[in-house]
């Protein structure tokens, strides 16, 4: 049972602790609303948990072999968070804008999770820890127990995101808000470059 406990703490703190995914889930439940934000914190664990079952089953290998493949994911990561920087700098910050801005989707949140450096580092370390051999069952207890946990952490920052929506129930709050999160998604990007 402690190999669980061990397990679940690791999900814990690589799930929880600050990165681009859960930014976003910020942002969308200041925006959107719990509800409407879940979309993207599901995508966001399914995407992640098929990350980790695969690299438990052999994916790092790949990247090993082939090392100008994990440059060209950085790369594509470092993009995308500019992009979503990008996105939220340029929101206006009104709340009832009739459904003009959409919340971020369940493919959004998958993909924000295979271009995310913070994902694969906790895919390998964890696997690394746990699952080093590439026992099958193993691989799946660990995906299991990290299913749950990365759901509920990303849920839970969806979550203060309502919180932040009640303190700050203007445009003007909200603008405030995700240009900060946007300073943060850039300097996540920009020190991926110097990394």
Same mark, same amino acid.
């Given at each position: 049972?402690?190999? /669980?406990?061990? /397990?679940?703490?690791?999900?814990?703190?690589?799930?929880?602790?600050?990165?681009?995914?859960?930014?976003?889930?910020? $942002?969308?439940?200041?925006?959107?609303?719990?509800?409407?934000?879940?979309?993207?914190?599901?995508?966001?664990?399914?995407?992640?948990?098929?990350?980790?079952?695969?690299?438990?089953?052999?994916?790092?290998?790949?990247?090993? =072999?082939?090392?100008?493949?994990?440059?060209?994911?950085?790369?594509?990561?470092?993009?995308? #968070? #500019? =992009? /979503?920087?990008?996105? #939220?700098?340029?929101?206006?910050?009104?709340?009832?804008?009739?459904?003009?801005?959409?919340?971020?989707? /369940?493919? =959004?949140?998958?993909?924000?999770?295979?271009?995310?450096?913070?994902?694969?580092?906790?895919?390998?370390?964890?696997?690394?820890?746990?699952?080093?051999?590439?026992?099958?069952?193993?691989?799946?207890?660990?995906? #299991?127990? =990290?299913?749950?946990?990365?759901?509920?952490?990303?849920? $839970?920052?969806?979550?203060?995101?309502?919180?932040?929506?009640?303190?700050?129930?203007?445009?003007?709050?909200?603008?405030?808000?995700?240009?900060?999160?946007?300073?943060?998604?850039?300097?996540?990007?920009?020190?991926?470059?110097?990394?």
């Amino acid at each position: 049972m402690s190999l /669980m406990l061990s /397990m679940a703490a690791f999900a814990l703190a690589s799930s929880i602790s600050p990165g681009p995914v859960n930014i976003v889930a910020l $942002s969308s439940g200041a925006r959107h609303g719990l509800p409407a934000s879940l979309r993207h914190v599901t995508g966001a664990t399914l995407g992640f948990t098929l990350l980790l079952v695969l690299i438990g089953l052999g994916l790092h290998e790949v990247l090993v =072999y082939w090392p100008w493949l994990t440059r060209a994911i950085q790369w594509a990561g470092v993009l995308f #968070l #500019l =992009y /979503m920087a990008w996105k #939220l700098a340029s929101d206006d910050g009104r709340l009832n804008a009739d459904g003009q801005v959409k919340p971020p989707s /369940m493919l =959004y949140g998958a993909t924000m999770q295979w271009l995310n450096p913070k994902a694969w580092l906790a895919c390998v370390a964890g696997m690394g820890a746990f699952a080093s051999n590439g026992e099958t069952l193993r691989v799946w207890q660990f995906a #299991l127990i =990290y299913l749950v946990v990365c759901w509920l952490s990303i849920a $839970s920052w969806a979550w203060a995101g309502t919180f932040i929506r009640r303190l700050m129930d203007n445009a003007k709050g909200l603008r405030l808000l995700n240009r900060s999160l946007a300073l943060l998604l850039a300097a996540c990007a920009f020190y991926l470059l110097l990394a």
